[in-house]
């Protein structure tokens, strides 16, 4: 099964920077979607940031200002830059990537971002 990989999270101060990287063992060229979401103890799996196409960026609303996505169609790789983090940004963070027909959706295992002092 194919799985994406992710890599960069850890533990960080408030108001601290992170940046996570996605690992995509395939050409994400002509995907439709990229993206980032994160899952909170006890709560669902949320939409963070997201890219559709070459350039369509989107984010969720608690992030925006904050987060930026960007991707490297060379390398394969997804990444999610992290600023002024809060202890409410805590969680284990996943990368998705939809492409393919017909279109599949693919996941990673995450990697747990903690803030805290």
């Known amino acids: 099964q194919v799985q994406l990989e992710e890599s960069g999270g850890g533990l960080v101060q408030p108001g601290g920077i992170l940046t996570l990287s996605c690992a995509v063992p395939?050409?994400?060229?002509?995907?439709?979607?990229v993206g980032w979401y994160r899952q909170a103890p006890g709560k669902g799996r949320e939409f963070v940031a997201g890219i559709r196409g070459s350039y369509d960026t989107s984010y969720a609303d608690p992030v925006k200002g904050r987060f930026t996505i960007y991707k490297d169609i060379t390398k394969n790789t997804i990444s999610l830059r992290m600023f002024n983090l809060k202890p409410e940004d805590t969680a284990v963070y996943y990368c998705?990537?939809?492409?393919?027909?017909?279109?599949?959706?693919?996941w990673g295992q995450g990697t747990q971002v903690t803030v805290s002092s």
């Open positions: 998705n990537v939809e492409t393919g027909v017909p279109l599949t959706s693919y």
């Open positions: 395939f050409d994400i060229f002509n995907s439709i979607s």
